[in-house]
């Protein structure tokens, strides 16, 4: 398939010189991912109460790997509080055969066999003062032991996040480590996701990002968020366009935007940005988003952009022929 050596040329170019970083990571600048306990409405944010995230492990690499979370507790100043605290949220790793290349472990919805794979470790946690603010680790696990992707020329890993009980907000962060008990980068590691669950800044000066990988077989793309209510405008950066704005959700709402893909931004990573408008304040916005090319494949999202973070190149835009 055309596709997938491309990808694998992708990743060996930068395995030298990338490393994991946090998940949300900083180009982001997105302060938490989020999860709701299942017995929460889904206007305060999040539309399924669970979130799959993929790591990557290059497969030159023999260390053994940990899967740190920060904030795994649902209690605190951190996360959101609905009533009396009575939620719990359970963190599932998974790997070998079917973890990733499993359709259902792929889709925006956990329905059918998304926890495929070999559960490798899981924990639930509640209101827990222990781990407020602090770590847990999970691992350590051989990078082998995770399910082989030859076209991304490695091991993948899957985590599941899923509020289990309660109506509360459980916001976390994650970091892909070669220790225990540091925040140590595994050299040409990454992390992807192909829906993202989120909390926004409260500061309007601050601006998120997420950076989906184009192929060379998508020629449109549909973007879809839900419940933004309203807050601000949706933005799309890339090597070919300045600046594509979207249609944006209001409260315990899907909305979908579709446009077009040029040819310069194939084989690239598109930068989405989600800008906050100054008046009147949104405080404690959570927000879900997916895109999908012309056939309803989802696009992975990764925490460090394929090809880096898209510039906008003014010599591209002239010469295009539109």
């Not at 982001?28 to 669970?50: C, H, Q, R, V």
């Not at 999202?301 to 880096?308: A, D, E, L, R, S």
Request: charged share 25%.
């Amino acid at each position: 398939m055309k596709r997938l050596p491309i990808i694998v040329f992708i990743f060996s170019c930068f395995s030298g010189v990338l490393f994991a970083q946090p998940v949300p990571a900083s180009d982001e600048n997105i302060p938490y991912l989020m999860t709701f306990g299942k017995k929460a409405e889904i206007s305060w944010g999040d539309d399924d109460f669970s979130q799959t995230f993929f790591f990557l492990i290059p497969e030159n690499f023999k260390q053994p790997v940990f899967i740190r979370v920060f904030d795994p507790d649902c209690g605190g100043d951190i996360d959101e509080q609905n009533g009396e605290w009575d939620s719990q949220t359970s963190f599932e790793v998974f790997g070998g055969a079917g973890c990733f290349s499993h359709k259902d472990a792929q889709d925006t919805d956990p329905k059918g066999n998304y926890k495929s794979g070999n559960m490798l470790a899981s924990k639930v946690f509640g209101q827990n003062p222990r781990f407020d603010n602090n770590w847990y680790t999970f691992g350590p696990f051989n990078p082998s032991e995770g399910e082989y992707v030859s076209k991304f020329g490695g091991y993948v890993f899957k985590i599941i996040a899923e509020g289990i009980t309660g109506n509360d907000g459980n916001l976390y962060r994650y970091f892909l480590s070669t220790s225990p008990s540091d925040n140590r980068p595994v050299e040409g590691g990454n992390a992807f996701a192909y829906e993202y669950s989120f909390r926004m800044h409260d500061d309007p000066n601050q601006v998120s990002h997420i950076y989906p990988y184009v192929d060379d077989r998508t020629i449109s793309v549909r973007l879809s968020n839900f419940d933004w209510d309203d807050d601000g405008f949706i933005r799309t950066v890339s090597v070919a366009r300045r600046g594509q704005i979207s249609k944006v959700s209001k409260d315990n709402q899907w909305i979908e935007d579709e446009f077009k893909i040029f040819d310069e931004e194939k084989n690239t990573s598109l930068d989405i940005q989600f800008i906050k408008k100054k008046s009147p304040p949104v405080k404690n916005n959570n927000v879900v988003i997916n895109v999908r090319n012309q056939y309803g494949e989802l696009l992975p999202f990764y925490v460090i952009p394929i090809g880096g973070v898209p510039k906008y190149k003014y010599n591209i835009a002239v010469n295009r022929k539109e």
